[in-house]
């Protein structure tokens, strides 16, 4: 691997469009980067200095301009801590502003965003109850809008707040005004209203003023309403498949007679990724996931309007950011060969701007092609092919990705290319549960379904021998998280199939996980894989583990030793079981990491172990 890959995302745009910041990954932990623009083009920057060893893992300027809010995971872990600078580049004060009480262990401090002047921020203890609250960064004055178990702030604003309650895959979002709490959407279960944004309720989107109270501007709606509106109406735009099968962009109003709701955007057979609302609410953002692809347009709310489609320049976008007047997003663009990168465009001539003049390229990689797979119950299920060059024949490897509702898209990897180097071909599937292809896929996992899944693993291995593009006798299997576990399950439940495989920050044991992980991780679970008390006999059926004696192929576990996601010990358990039975195992612990092995020193020695497990079992095969 290319130790010298720098790798920019997560920006956001200052209100004024004259500045961003970012995070920045080129060596050691993940950092946050202050740019300034000079007319549309990136001139001078400076490091966001922080006095805590660990990944910076956000960064959002204020709605004034004058503050960074910083979300910081020490040691590489998942639990977080939130950090505040100002934008004055000269200075270099930062503060802590995360409180906890006396006496009670620190959770995590997950970063939101910002109401106004105040920070947006949910701190979770070890109960697993989340409190959502305002602190104001100069003083740290806390003001808690929620407390529940499970809950997650997504928006606050002007006495208003959007909460985000229910497991996975039963999401919705409750908005909490005075004393009343109101659902948003009809219940419709099954169905997932992850996120939103408050709009106005007569009143600007956001108060601009600087720290010392001085108003710099106020920015009013575009859209006006007449005179006899419903007193009391809160908008928000959600993003949610409430009603349907894919997600899409609804505009949600709450008044004192009801909620009433309608689509803005929606493209039949695709889901929306993401949005950015404008502090003005002239312009919307919006990012569709097409297959797999992303596609940019721009819907200017005053009249609905959507635009056509800007060209992205790389395959996959995420992490949108917009100016208060929407007059610059922000985005990562990534591909292939193209590591992240944040690149700015003017929605209104679409002309882009990359934030770094030269970029790093990578380590090469070619270009996949999606390929169409039937599951051996018929269901049909989509896969990224990457082709070892020059007709490279040593072998095969099944990459899995996480979630399960994550999904495999041609972005940027580490380990693909050094893999394809070797002569080893890559097939990255979205097995049934992965995200991205409707609400019915993403549920066709859930609980007792999860067999099915472990089959489409096997069902990939047959596609590739099908097709003449692997031995049978050399195929691998590898995953991450969701996909370490589903390495496992697959080498245990269809042992006959693989060669080797690779386990990264795996469950082992569902029982075991459960007990071991963050409770709000656990209770988040339990649709998807099943309730530790009510489903334990399904749990250890599910669980790689108690079939350790059919798991035959060669194994390498990793894990990071601050991961409280999925704790270490599920590597290690699975490590000495396979001891036990005199199988080939190896076991990679990263001490000063976590779920995401995020340090960058780490990673090449993560890439490099991969390559050599993988090549010396299709040699020794």
């Given at each position: 691997?290319?130790?010298?890959?720098?790798?920019?995302?997560?920006?956001s745009v200052?209100?004024?469009?004259?500045?961003f910041?970012?995070?920045?990954?080129?060596?050691?932990?993940?950092r946050?980067?202050?740019?300034?623009l000079?007319?549309?083009?990136?001139?001078?920057?400076?490091?966001?200095?922080?006095?805590?060893?660990?990944?910076?893992?956000?960064?959002?300027?204020?709605?004034?301009g004058?503050?960074?809010?910083?979300?910081?995971a020490?040691?590489?872990?998942?639990?977080?801590?939130?950090?505040?600078?100002?934008?004055?580049p000269?200075?270099?004060?930062?503060?802590?502003?995360?409180r906890?009480?006396?006496?009670?262990p620190?959770?995590?401090a997950?970063?939101?965003?910002?109401?106004g002047?105040?920070?947006?921020?949910?701190?979770?203890?070890d109960?697993?109850v989340?409190?959502?609250?305002?602190?104001?960064?100069?003083d740290?004055?806390?003001?808690?809008?929620?407390?529940?178990?499970?809950?997650k702030?997504?928006?606050?604003?002007?006495?208003?707040s959007?909460?985000?309650?229910?497991?996975?895959?039963?999401r919705?979002l409750?908005?909490?005004?005075?004393?009343?709490?109101?659902?948003?959407?009809?219940?419709?279960?099954?169905?997932?209203?992850?996120?939103g944004?408050?709009?106005?309720?007569?009143?600007?989107?956001?108060?601009?003023?600087?720290?010392?109270?001085?108003?710099?501007?106020?920015?009013?709606?575009?859209?006006?309403?007449?005179?006899n509106?419903p007193?009391?109406?809160?908008?928000?735009?959600?993003?949610?498949?409430?009603?349907?099968?894919?997600?899409?962009?609804?505009?949600?109003?709450?008044?004192?007679?009801?909620?009433?709701?309608?689509?803005?955007?929606?493209?039949?057979?695709?889901?929306?990724?993401?949005?950015?609302?404008?502090?003005?609410?002239?312009?919307?953002?919006?990012?569709?996931?097409?297959?797999?692809?992303s596609?940019?347009?721009?819907?200017?709310?005053?009249?609905?309007?959507?635009?056509?489609?800007i060209?992205?320049?790389?395959?996959?976008?995420?992490?949108?950011?917009?100016?208060?007047?929407?007059?610059?997003v922000?985005?990562?663009?990534?591909?292939?060969?193209?590591?992240?990168?944040?690149?700015l465009?003017?929605?209104?001539?679409r002309?882009?701007?990359?934030?770094?003049?030269a970029?790093?390229?990578?380590?090469?990689?070619?270009?996949?092609?999606?390929?169409?797979?039937?599951?051996?119950?018929?269901?049909?299920?989509?896969?990224?092919?990457?082709?070892?060059?020059?007709?490279?024949?040593?072998?095969?490897?099944?990459?899995?990705?996480g979630?399960?509702?994550?999904?495999?898209?041609?972005?940027?990897?580490?380990?693909?290319?050094?893999?394809l180097?070797?002569?080893?071909?890559v097939?990255?599937?979205?097995?049934?549960g992965?995200?991205?292809?409707?609400?019915?896929?993403?549920?066709?996992?859930?609980?007792?379904?999860?067999?099915?899944?472990?089959?489409?693993?096997?069902?990939c291995?047959?596609?590739?021998?099908?097709?003449?593009?692997?031995?049978?006798?050399?195929?691998?299997?590898?995953?991450?998280?969701?996909?370490?576990?589903?390495?496992?399950?697959?080498?245990a439940?269809?042992?006959?199939?693989?060669?080797?495989g690779?386990s990264?920050?795996?469950?082992?044991?569902?029982?075991?996980?459960?007990?071991?992980?963050?409770?709000?991780?656990?209770?988040?679970?339990?649709p998807k894989y099943?309730h530790?008390?009510?489903d334990r006999?399904?749990?250890?059926?599910l669980?790689?583990?108690?079939?350790?004696?059919?798991?035959?192929?060669?194994?390498?576990?990793?894990h990071?030793?601050?991961?409280?996601?999925?704790?270490?010990?599920?590597?290690?358990?699975?490590f000495d079981?396979?001891?036990?039975?005199?199988?080939?195992?190896?076991?990679?612990?990263?001490?000063?990491?976590g779920?995401?092995?995020?340090?960058?020193?780490?990673?090449?020695?993560?890439?490099?172990?991969?390559?050599?497990?993988?090549?010396?079992?299709?040699?020794?095969?």
């Open positions: 691997m290319d130790r010298n890959v720098r790798a920019t995302y997560g920006a200052s209100p004024d469009a004259t500045a910041a970012h995070l920045v990954d080129d060596g050691g932990y993940p946050a980067v202050q740019r300034f000079r007319g549309r083009h990136a001139s001078r920057s400076r490091d966001v200095d922080l006095p805590v060893e660990g990944s910076v893992t956000r960064v959002i300027h204020s709605a004034d004058h503050w960074l809010a910083c979300e910081v020490p040691g590489g872990g998942n639990r977080s801590q939130i950090w505040c600078v100002t934008t004055d000269d200075d270099r004060d930062a503060r802590r502003i995360d906890w009480s006396p006496g009670v620190e959770g995590t997950e970063l939101v965003g910002w109401d002047t105040r920070v947006a921020a949910i701190l979770t203890g109960d697993g989340g409190t959502s609250c305002l602190i104001d960064p100069a740290g004055a806390t003001t808690v809008l929620d407390r529940r178990s499970g809950g702030l997504i928006d606050a604003w002007a006495g208003a959007l909460v985000r309650v229910g497991p996975r895959g039963y919705e409750i908005m909490l005004h005075g004393l009343t709490e109101i659902a948003l959407l009809p219940s419709d279960p099954g169905s997932t209203t992850d996120a944004v408050i709009l106005d309720d007569h009143h600007p989107r956001r108060l601009r003023s600087g720290p010392h109270g001085d108003v710099l501007q106020l920015y009013r709606p575009a859209k006006t309403y007449p005179i509106s007193r009391g109406y809160v908008r928000a735009l959600v993003r949610t498949d409430n009603g349907a099968e894919h997600t899409r962009l609804v505009e949600v109003t709450t008044t004192e007679d009801g909620v009433s709701y309608h689509v803005v955007a929606e493209r039949p057979g695709y889901d929306l990724d993401e949005f950015a609302v404008s502090d003005d609410l002239s312009t919307v953002a919006l990012l569709w996931n097409i297959n797999g692809l596609e940019l347009q721009i819907l200017e709310y005053a009249d609905y309007t959507l635009g056509e489609p060209p992205l320049p790389g395959p996959v976008a995420s992490e949108l950011s917009i100016s208060a007047g929407g007059s610059m922000a985005m990562t663009v990534q591909g292939p060969s193209t590591p992240r990168t944040v690149e465009v003017d929605p209104r001539s002309t882009w701007e990359r934030v770094d003049r970029p790093s390229g990578g380590d090469a990689s070619t270009d996949p092609r999606l390929v169409q797979m039937k599951a051996r119950d018929g269901l049909d299920f989509t896969g990224w092919l990457y082709e070892a060059p020059g007709g490279a024949n040593v072998g095969a490897m099944i990459y899995l990705h979630g399960p509702e994550g999904q495999a898209r041609p972005d940027y990897s580490e380990v693909f290319p050094e893999l180097d070797a002569g080893i071909s097939l990255s599937p979205n097995v049934r992965s995200g991205g292809f409707g609400r019915t896929f993403s549920h066709a996992d859930d609980r007792h379904l999860r067999f099915g899944a472990f089959d489409d693993v096997a069902d291995v047959h596609f590739l021998v099908a097709e003449g593009l692997a031995h049978p006798d050399r195929i691998a299997c590898c995953g991450w998280s969701y996909g370490g576990y589903l390495t496992q399950a697959a080498l439940f269809h042992p006959e199939l693989f060669a080797a690779v990264i920050c795996g469950m082992s044991d569902l029982a075991t996980f459960y007990r071991n992980t963050d409770p709000w991780i656990a209770a988040e679970a339990y099943g530790p008390i009510n006999a399904l749990l250890d059926r669980s790689p583990l108690l079939r350790v004696e059919a798991l035959t192929a060669p194994l390498l576990l990793v990071g030793g601050n991961d409280t996601n999925v704790p270490a010990h599920e590597s290690r358990q699975m079981a396979l001891r036990r039975l005199n199988r080939r195992v190896e076991y990679l612990l990263f001490d000063d990491d779920h995401g092995i995020v340090k960058r020193e780490n990673r090449a020695v993560l890439v490099k172990s991969i390559r050599e497990w993988l090549v010396e079992a299709f040699t020794t095969t």
